[in-house]
């Protein structure tokens, strides 16, 4: 078993496409403003469609973060122990992802600034973190 | 406005053995719990009229309540498999409870059965959608990262956790019926190895084989009052978003869903004599007691230290060892360790109980449900 690949469709693609392309994209809502992650075709705020694709800044603060010891899946076996942590960005939006300054978590905390780093992952581009100041 | 206060009852009550059995299936376990809560009930099966399952959480299932309802040999009025999580079965007995009370129905059924401990543990191990391929595996983590939060937020040391564990398991180890019977000391909880840090094994409920069963009719028409335990309070809200989405990771809407179920019951908070919470992780307990505003924000834990949880305690808490030490079972047996209490019937029994307070939650505290039980009238 192998890494599993995100299902890509019409509504996220933009997301994947964006972070091959450089970019940590999230979508907003031209009607109420509210900006959100994970993609979707209507604003979880107020309903609307008319939404837009914009580029985080890159910058966000650790929200909360787990470490690993036990490999769930058998392509996970050599990662352990690694992290998984909560991101906000500084625009709003939260997403999961790995901090990669240390797999245990040294020197993490909740609200630790954090910035954007993205790595080529087994052919995959994914969004991770590094501690930042 | 009517309420629901004392309307329904639970009449009867069952369950199989927890823990392994690697013979049986889903519907055997049903039927076996079905026929020993009916006969607790002092009913026959054809005055049953709801049949009421929760989902199996290793094996979903279309048409999951009829298939259940075909084991038993019933054609009820009302049947239905619900999916909920963990608070499904405390949603069950809601909606008996409004269905009996509007006359729909008599004598409701609800139960669950399943087979993880034997069977797969797939669904506990799960990928979590498109973020698993950041590593994010298994209903566990989403615990591990509310536990973490709480414990940064509060500077909450590993022992307001593990006390919970402890007091469980002591329960646990005095209880028969239970699946793990093997008592934890303090010493044992910190030195336990890390799962998903910073959680330990012994944060983590069991996984158990078994089935259970109650049955809930009018209090009024109970063919044995003396043992038809009321249902005084019913609550509801749900989280529902995943936990990465939530604003805030110290609270939840179970909040919401106690202060629903005191408020039907009419009681306060210090008339309760005992809870049953769902302790899937140590932290939902330290959540849900705060939540529902049975201790200060961060000093659940440290309270409970101090003023103990056990039978003479501040607080006794799942008095039969919870999904800790009983069985690792999604709700039931916390309701029907209440009813025992409040019957006179428990293995650790206490003296008189009054009001008893149970807590059924699923995801990752994503749902809730409360129910407030009285003493038989």
């Known amino acids: 078993m192998t890494r599993p690949t995100p299902e890509i469709t019409a509504i996220n693609r933009p997301y994947w496409d964006g972070l091959a392309e450089g970019a940590l994209r999230f979508q907003r809502c031209d009607g109420c403003g509210h900006a959100w992650l994970p993609p979707r075709s209507h604003c979880p705020a107020c309903l609307g469609t008319q939404t837009r694709w914009e580029a985080a800044s890159g910058g966000g603060r650790i929200v909360s973060w787990v470490v690993y010891h036990r490999a769930y899946a058998p392509h996970l076996q050599d990662r352990i122990p690694y992290n998984v942590a909560i991101v906000a960005l500084d625009e709003g939006p939260r997403l999961l992802t790995n901090i990669t300054d240390s797999a245990t978590g040294e020197g993490f905390a909740t609200g630790a600034p954090v910035a954007l780093t993205i790595e080529e992952d087994d052919g995959l581009h994914l969004p991770r973190f590094r501690l930042r100041g | ?377």
């Not at chain 2, 909040?255 to 769902?278: N, P, V």
């Open chain 2, 1 to 377: 406005m009517t309420t629901l206060r004392g309307k329904t009852a639970i009449t009867g009550v069952g369950h199989t053995a927890w823990g392994k059995h690697p013979d049986r299936d889903r519907l055997s376990l049903m039927t076996e719990a079905a026929a020993a809560a009916i006969a607790d009930a002092g009913l026959e099966k054809d005055q049953i009229d709801a049949v009421l399952v929760k989902m199996a959480n290793s094996a979903p299932s279309i048409l999951w309540g009829q298939k259940v309802a075909e084991a038993l040999g019933l054609q009820p009025t009302i049947g239905l498999s619900l999916d909920q999580g963990g608070a499904a079965c405390t949603g069950l007995a809601t909606y008996a409870a409004l269905a009996i009370e509007a006359g729909m129905i008599e004598n409701a059924l609800i139960l669950y059965a399943d087979t993880p401990r034997t069977g797969s543990r797939a669904a506990m191990h799960r990928p979590r959608g498109d973020d698993s391929v950041m590593g994010w595996y298994s209903v566990a983590a989403g615990y591990a990262m509310l536990h973490r939060a709480y414990q940064e937020a509060h500077a909450a040391p590993p022992e307001d956790f593990g006390i919970i564990a402890v007091q469980a398991r002591a329960h646990g180890a005095a209880n028969p019926h239970a699946h793990l019977r093997l008592p934890l000391s303090m010493e044992e909880y910190l030195s336990g190895p890390l799962l998903i840090e910073p959680m330990r094994r012994d944060d983590c409920c069991l996984v158990s084989d078994g089935g259970a069963a109650i049955v809930l009719g009018a209090t009024a028409r109970a063919r044995n009052p003396a043992r038809a335990v009321p249902v005084l309070g019913l609550g509801q809200a749900q989280e529902s978003w995943e936990v990465h989405l939530r604003p805030d990771l110290l609270r939840t809407r179970a909040e919401a869903s106690g202060q629903m179920a005191f408020d039907m019951a009419g009681i306060d908070r210090g008339d309760i004599s005992f809870a049953q919470l769902y302790d899937c992780f140590t932290v939902t307990v330290l959540q849900t007691l705060e939540d529902y505003g049975l201790a200060p924000r961060g000093q659940a834990g440290a309270k409970a230290r101090a003023e103990g949880i056990g039978l003479d305690g501040w607080l006794p808490l799942n008095t039969s060892g919870g999904l800790l030490s009983e069985s690792g079972t999604p709700g039931l047996q916390l309701i029907i360790e209440a009813v025992r209490q409040l019957r006179g019937e428990a293995v650790l029994q206490l003296p008189a109980p009054r009001f008893g307070l149970v807590s059924n939650q699923g995801g990752t505290m994503h749902t809730h449900a409360t129910m407030i039980l009285g003493e038989p009238q």
